[in-house]
């Protein structure tokens, strides 16, 4: 019963210091499962032919496929925005996977639980907010641009921070910003009573 205790961390040795060092963690695989996950996306939404866009899903009319419009007559202007806003949303989940790993590798060494690991908390919802904000405004003026050479009398843009991907950006956002309220409420906490002790 001892042992079985011991396993699932039930009684503790406090004879031991604390170790300081990194422990190999979970943050560590799942940020690389994460990086791979956003590179196979990326990967499986390059265009077949044209530019990367999901206009054709809903417009049928356009010349395209799932992820691509044909970008025969667009400008050149309209192809940059489309490229642009397709490297910007795999950056902004790039860079929002780092940031959140840079965090949890903070938060797994003892020695590192500082203000600064906070600090980095508080970059990441600045980043997907500013990224997704950003993502919409360049799909916004893609989708004017081939309105406008496609000559089409009704074009369905698509959604994207004003839908359901904006909702979980939100939520997400709200779900980081109470984590890090937690934990300075957590820090205080720990301040108070090692200075009463």
């Known amino acids: 019963m001892k042992a079985l205790s011991k396993y699932f961390g039930l009684t503790a040795d406090n004879s ?30 390059w265009p077949e032919h044209g530019i990367p866009s999901s206009l ?20 050149t202007g309209t192809q940059i925005l489309a490229w642009s806003a397709f490297a910007w949303k795999f950056l ?18 003892k020695a590192d639980f500082t ?34 050479s496609a000559g089409l009398s009704k074009l369905e843009w698509e959604p994207t921070f004003m839908s359901d991907q904006g909702l979980i950006t939100v939520l997400f956002i ?3 910003f109470f984590i890090e309220g937690a934990l300075r409420r957590g820090i205080t906490l720990q301040e108070d009573s090692d200075g009463t002790i």
């Open 115 to 148: 203000l600064r690991a906070l600090n980095r908390l508080r970059v990441a919802p600045i980043v997907l907010l500013v990224g997704m904000l950003g993502y919409s405004l360049l799909t916004d003026l893609t989708a004017r641009g081939i309105e406008k």
């Open 92 to 109: 902004m989940y790039l860079c929002v996977a780092v940031l959140l790993h840079q965090v949890a590798k903070s938060f797994y060494r």
């Open 16 to 45: 031991k210091p604390q170790p300081a060092e990194h422990q190999f963690s979970v943050a560590t695989i799942y940020t690389a499962f994460a990086v791979v996950l956003i590179l196979y996306v990326a990967f499986v939404q």
């Open 56 to 75: 054709h899903r809903y417009n049928p009319e356009l010349e395209g496929g799932t992820y691509w419009v044909s970008s025969e007559g667009l400008s």
């Open 174 to 176: 709200a779900t980081l």
